[in-house]
């Protein structure tokens, strides 16, 4: 792709600033960082122009935005009560005094000697001559050993591009002026007179060499400074000594002479030739420091350790006086080292450093800022090309430059592919982006985005016409959008918009013009507004931006584009498929898996088209072992995607995107990272599941290990979990399983199924919603705060052969039905232990418990308004005494074979006439039946059937050694059974 020049000169004026070259990058694999402590969200905010401090209408949509993080100065006096409620990027570069920002717009490199980059196409310090040595065996060096005759380029390079002026746009009003930006040069190195050469003798020579390209021309060479040295020049011992290009040193410096140095302003009109046609990005371009070799004998050995350059307004201040320049930005930083501004998460440091002269006092400058706090590290925007003229900058991949040696804690990669000339971003802006957020990606996994939002509007004045843009136009709401899913598709971990306020400048080389921005000059939200407001903010600080704070990008991707040509192949990639749909489309869809579990697997699928909604027809398919993989859009909404893949299979998916957007979809194990349970699946080693998870549509889950349940599990009609060789699952953070369908929990007699719940909490155990029905057999339910709760509506529960054990409010809690309808509810065989209440039912019209054994509740069983209950055969017994065994409020039906010891009384009635037979009481502290007011309990001996039956369905109840306990209570006389305000049937009762 190639632009207009002049764009490319604009963008070196000081008001604009940005500075964009020439360049592009080839891939590099380098480590990821590690997020910052603390970071575990999704950062999404705008840079404010520098107008806001004085200006604070801005600051009102901002807060309505949802955006989360600001980038402005920060001022107890001017902007504190504007920022402390977001994160900040203190981005103060008022002055020179705010010295983080001001010592990074310094330049300084140090070029070992001993390097020797044997590709002259690249950056590096070059030899022809001499070799690698070890001066005293100690300092590792470049050598003349071996030299015999004068030489040229002993040492030459490292060829590579340095700034022109500085970047200090508010503050300094120097910019390519004469004396402005000088630099440096300072040669370490060392003589070994061994053969005693005369001291006026030369023995080298030191320059400056600039190497450039003009227009079509090959480079070519122009010294700005050079410097004969003599054997008396150097230590006589021997020593290493500074040499710089005059022994006056400030006479030893250079500077770009004027014709080196793009213009402030040039014509822009069409076929005018720019005044200024040099170029020194490229391979064999740029700054060379060189020695040549001047001797004809071998009496002396040079030796060369290193070669600095500084800038002699700025970092020659660190050179000489380190000390006060690290106290100067220590003290600075600790200045804000307060509560007041715990909210600074990053000091914003020079805008966009290309030199490689930038990175080395950005990381320095980062190392004294995080000594102070590690917590608030620097960062500086980074744009690292502008064109596909070329794939580096003098043979460089920049970006990994800045990386390896600024150290930066993250990348904040700007672009900006909204042009003038062009209506929409077109398929080569989009790959150019797509190129430079893969490159920073490779390099930083949590990178962040500036985001254009803005263009440079000249015809302002004329609100009804179409805009009139100058370098770049204001991207349209779905442009804005795609930019956004597109640098998430790559890992972007924050973006941030550039800028958020508009304001008219008649700076630059657009001339005056209205920097057309998020919102307007007089604070009203524009459409890109509304996009932010209503679309990208709430999403990336919910549900999506959590979740791709929890993935890597995986570097993999799918990028498609088809417009009306040849049908392109079908693109796959491990389970996915974008099959070639419709007559125009342009897709990119990263690849990520988890940051800790790699087979959850996700990609994110944007729609680059941005002037119109577009169809995919996907392909995704299980190529696990599992037989669940889940496919879902994780912000599920209508109409989106969420289902389950079978084993070896495949589903055909067609999605409409509309312009721009972007989709988060999850291809994940269904029993490991939740989703929808449709297939058959078995649990068989110790497995974890950490997201929701249904059971549905006849599904049976097979727990056979340990399942470690993180998350909620919902079971709906007909769903199932049994174990056929014993399994546990164990359900934290209080968690409940859910039923709400017609279900099936089970184990066999051999072995049960063991449900966890860790610790009782009001929340958790098994939950029956209104409608769902539940059959649980040879199971045991530990630890809840109800082991099993029927919701109010529920259907029918029968419970069997199931062990609770340590449920601390209620075993089984049932809360029956507000109608007349009668559902089956059995409880038998089950062992119930350590709970308040034991059984606790609520308005049902019957109920069977049955054979059950009861132990250490402080209630066994609790009725009320229960038309028919069967309690038969239930061994009810405690050494609490603190409750009922049996409690029957308003309730009817047969007490009937009951063993009930060791509760207050073991069973009490109120306004409730139940038949009572052949109970065995005893021991229980009051009495062995209350028999409380409007109660008439039937408890005359009669026998089944006509002729009878050999066994007693009423009467014959064994009643002995209750009461006796001399403490409260007015009913307290010691009586086996007390009557209050009621009456009984009692024949055949043993006392």
Avoid at 98 to 108: E, G, L, N, R, V
Avoid at 375 to 386: A, D, M
Avoid at 815 to 835: F, L, Q, T, Y
Avoid at 908 to 913: A, D, E, K, R, Y
């Amino acid at each position: 792709m190639k632009h207009k020049t002049h764009h490319m000169y604009y963008l070196f004026y000081p008001g604009s600033w940005i500075i964009i070259i020439a360049l592009l990058l080839y891939s590099i694999t380098v480590s990821a960082q590690e997020t910052p402590a603390g970071e575990d969200k999704f950062y999404i905010g705008a840079e404010f122009h520098n107008q806001t401090i004085e200006n604070t209408i801005f600051y009102d949509p901002f807060d309505t935005s949802g955006m989360n993080t600001i980038s402005q100065r920060a001022d107890i006096v001017s902007t504190w009560s504007h920022l402390k409620d977001y994160n900040i990027l203190a981005s103060n570069v008022q002055n020179k005094t705010d010295w983080i920002a001001h010592y990074t717009t310094c330049y300084y490199s140090k070029w070992e000697a001993e390097e020797n980059q044997t590709d002259e196409a690249r950056v590096g310090v070059k030899h022809k001559w001499g070799q690698q040595a070890f001066w005293n065996d100690t300092v590792s060096c470049w050598s003349t050993i071996g030299i015999t005759d004068p030489k040229n380029s002993i040492m030459f390079g490292p060829h590579y591009r340095q700034d022109k002026r500085y970047k200090r746009w508010l503050y300094d009003t120097c910019y390519n002026q004469p004396g402005c930006l000088s630099y440096t040069p300072r040669f370490r190195m060392a003589l070994d007179n061994h053969g005693g050469a005369n001291s006026d003798e030369d023995v080298c020579i030191i320059k400056v060499v600039f190497s450039y390209r003009y227009e079509n021309t090959y480079p070519q060479d122009t010294t700005f400074i050079q410097r004969t040295l003599k054997v008396r020049d150097f230590d006589s011992s021997g020593g290493f000594d500074d040499f710089y290009l005059d022994p006056n040193t400030p006479l030893g410096r250079y500077e770009y002479p004027p014709e080196f140095s793009l213009p402030m302003k040039f014509s822009v009109a069409e076929g005018v030739p720019s005044p200024v046609g040099y170029i020194d990005s490229e391979s064999f371009t740029g700054i060379q420091f060189c020695v040549d070799w001047l001797r004809d004998d071998t009496l002396c050995t040079l030796y060369i350790d290193y070669v600095e350059v500084y800038d002699n307004n700025g970092w020659n201040e660190y050179v000489e006086t380190p000390g006060l320049i690290t106290t100067r930005i220590q003290d600075y930083a600790a200045s804000f080292n307060n509560q007041t501004w715990q909210n600074i998460r990053y000091w914003l440091g020079v805008d966009e450093p290309y030199s490689i002269d930038c990175y080395t006092p950005i990381r320095v400058v980062d190392e004294l800022v995080r000594s102070v706090n590690p917590n608030t590290p620097l960062v500086v925007p980074f744009n690292p090309t502008w064109s596909w003229d070329n794939y580096e900058i003098n043979g460089e991949d920049e970006v990994s430059m800045f990386y390896n040696i600024a150290k930066p804690k993250r990348i904040t990669l700007s672009n900006n592919p909204c042009l003038e000339d062009y209506t929409t971003i077109r398929y080569e802006d989009f790959e150019f982006l797509r190129f430079n957020l893969q490159r920073t990606s490779a390099l930083d996994s949590n990178f962040w985005f500036n985001v254009q939002a803005e263009g440079y509007r000249t015809n302002y004045n004329e609100p009804n016409e179409d805009p009139e843009w100058c370098i770049w136009r204001k991207p349209q709401p779905a442009e804005l959008r795609a930019m956004v899913m597109l640098a998430s598709a790559h890992g972007a971990k924050g973006i941030f918009f550039k800028w958020f306020d508009s304001y008219v400048s008649g700076e630059g080389y657009c001339g005056t013009t209205l920097k057309d921005a998020i919102v307007s000059p007089t604070a009203e939200g524009t459409e890109l507004y509304y996009e932010i407001k209503n679309n990208l903010a709430p999403r990336l600080t919910g549900k999506l931006g959590k979740t791709l704070m929890g993935l890597d990008y995986t570097g993999e991707y799918i990028d498609m584009e088809y417009q009306e040509q040849p049908p392109p192949q079908d693109n796959e990639h491990d389970y996915l498929s974008i099959q070639h749909y419709g007559m125009s489309y342009f897709w990119h869809a990263g690849f990520f898996s988890h940051k800790d579990y790699s087979d959850n697997k996700h990609f994110l699928l944007t729609n680059l088209r941005t002037n119109n909604a577009v169809e995919s027809k996907l392909i995704v398919s299980n190529n696990t072992s599992y037989h669940n993989i889940s496919f879902t859009d994780i912000e599920v909404g209508i109409g989106r995607v969420d289902t389950t893949i079978n084993y070896n299979s495949s589903i055909e998916y067609f999605e409409e995107m509309p312009a721009g957007e972007g989709r988060l979809y999850r291809v994940a194990p269904v029993i490991k990272y939740g989703g929808r349970l449709l297939y058959d699946e078995t649990i068989s080693s110790t497995t974890t599941l950490l997201d929701e998870m249904t059971i549905e549509d006849d599904a049976v889950l097979t727990v056979n290990s340990n399942y470690n349940v993180d998350r909620t599990i919902t079971i709906k009609d007909n769903g199932s979990i049994i174990t056929t060789s014993g399994g546990t699952m164990k359900f934290y953070n209080n968690l409940s399983l859910i039923i709400e369908g017609s279900v099936t929990i089970s184990g066999t007699a051999e072995h049960k199924l063991i449900l966890d719940f860790l610790s009782p909490a009001d929340s958790n155990g098994i939950i029956v919603k209104s409608g769902g029905s539940l059959t649980i057999a040879y199971c045991e339910i530990k630890n809840a705060g109800t082991g099993i709760f029927s919701e109010l509506n529920a259907d029918s529960l029968i419970v069997e052969y199931v062990d609770f054990i340590e449920c601390e409010d209620n075993s089984i809690s049932i809360a029956g039905r507000s109608g007349e309808e009668n559902v089956p509810i059995k409880i038998n065989n089950c062992s119930i232990d350590n709970s308040e209440y034991g059984i606790f039912v609520n308005n049902t019209s019957s109920i069977l418990i049955r054979w059950n054994e009861i132990t250490d509740t402080d209630c066994g069983i609790y009725l009320s308004n229960v038309s028919d209950a069967l309690i038969v055969c239930n061994k009810i017994g405690s050494s609490n005494e603190e409750l009922q065994g049996i409690l029957s409020l308003s309730s009817g039906g047969i007490i009937y074979g009951n063993m009930i010891s060791g509760h207050t009384s073991a069973i009490q009635l109120g306004n409730s006439s139940p038949k009572i037979g052949v109970n065995a009481i005893t021991s229980n502290k009051y009495h062995g039946i209350y028999v409380g007011a409007n109660s008439n309990p039937y408890m005359k001996g009669e026998y089944i059937g006509n002729p009878a039956l050999p066994y007693g369905l009423s009467g014959y109840n064994t009643i002995y050694e209750n009461g006796g306990y001399e403490g409260e209570g007015d009913d307290n006389d010691g009586s086996e059974i007390y009557f209050y305000n009621s009456k009984a049937v009692l024949i055949m009762v043993v006392i």
